[in-house]
Structures are given as C-alpha cells and as structure tokens.
C-alpha cells in the first residue's frame, strides 16, 4: 500500500515513475522454474530438519474450552511503553546486534513458555518475501509466513535466548523461498498438522 501511495502522489505532482527492469508476471514466472529447477532443495532440507518432529499443540490457560471449529474472531489490545523501557530495549538492539522484532518475538514466547510450561514453541511470523533488489518496486503479492520455532528453556539468560532466537530467525529468513503449500502435496513432508502448532 506505502508503494502504491508513493506512486499515486508522484503521478499527480507530474513526476514521471521509473521504469521497472521486471514486472509481476516475470517473478511469478522465475518462481515456477526456480522451483522446478529443484534449486530450492537445500531450503526444503532446512525445513523438513527443523519439523522432523512435530511439538504438541499449544495448550494455554483461557477462561474457555478450545473451540472445536477454529474461530479467527477475537480482540486488540493496545499499550504504550514508557520512555526508559524503550531506551532500555534500544541499548539491546545495539549492543546484542539484533532487530526490536528479535527482542519482542523472545519475550513473547517467553511468555507463552510461561503460561503453557511448554518449551517448544512454535510462531508463525509474516515476511515480506521480496528476496531481490528487483522486487522492491513492484506491486505484488511477495509474503510469505515462517514457521519461527524456539525453545525458552528456563536457565538461559534472556540475553542468551536472544541470541537464540536471532540465529534461528536469520536462518529462517535465509530459507524463507521455499513455499510451505508444497509440504501438503503428495511429495510433501509436513502435512496438515503444522498449522496447529503455530500460535
């Protein structure tokens, strides 16, 4: 949407857009070949490696019994975080190397390992999915969602359990390409009962 505001704005000051090396349909197109060319091997192993085994569902505390039928309704809540926990969580991005995505994701499933007392957890987690410098100017469909799987063990550090969950991510996002739909073909590996594991 920012992509398609920013070009919207500069057609009507009366700037002219560059032009695009490739469009939509040549990516659609590199994508079906990269697959079939069985490049995409090596990230497949990644996977299949990290989901060999699949952990139980989930199970939290709620005030309810699971819903047989999944129910995406629910609500948001919103807050704001003070001054000095936000230049505190700033100094750690910078001294740890890490994102402020990194630091929140570990203390959310710190949180989930605390309520559930589980400590295999798994998060779906949205990526952008544009790999190329090629694909940042296009309008199109690119993102992906990454299975994020991390185990908040209770005697690490959460300085240590960062640093966890930074390798994993880096790695998640250097295997992000391969398309999870192609786990549920015949040839596939991961099934149907990864998505119950996903928070």
Not at 26 to 39: I, S
Not at 47 to 75: H, K, M, Y
């Amino acid at each position: 949407m920012n992509l398609l505001v920013r070009e919207l704005v500069s057609l009507y000051e009366g700037e002219m857009l560059p032009p695009l090396r490739i469009q939509y349909k040549d990516y659609a197109v590199w994508e079906t070949e990269h697959f079939r060319r069985d490049q995409l091997a090596k990230k497949e192993a990644y996977w299949l490696n990290r989901f060999s085994e699949i952990p139980p569902q989930l199970e939290l505390p709620t005030d309810f019994n699971r819903p047989t039928v999944w129910n995406p309704e629910g609500a948001v809540v919103s807050f704001e975080l003070d001054e000095a926990l936000t230049r505190s969580i700033s100094k750690m991005e910078e001294d740890e190397k890490v994102t402020l995505y990194m630091i929140l994701l570990s203390a959310y499933t710190i949180l989930l390992s605390k309520y559930s007392g589980q400590e295999d957890i798994i998060v779906g987690t949205p990526v952008a999915g544009r790999t190329h410098v090629d694909m940042e100017p296009l309008i199109g469909m690119f993102v992906n969602t990454l299975a994020i799987r991390t185990d908040p063990q209770g005697e690490l550090t959460f300085t240590n359990y960062l640093g966890h969950v930074k390798e994993t991510m880096l790695s998640a996002y250097e295997n992000q390409e391969y398309p999870f739909e192609q786990a549920d073909s015949p040839s596939g590996h991961f099934g149907t009962s990864q998505s119950t594991s996903f928070v």
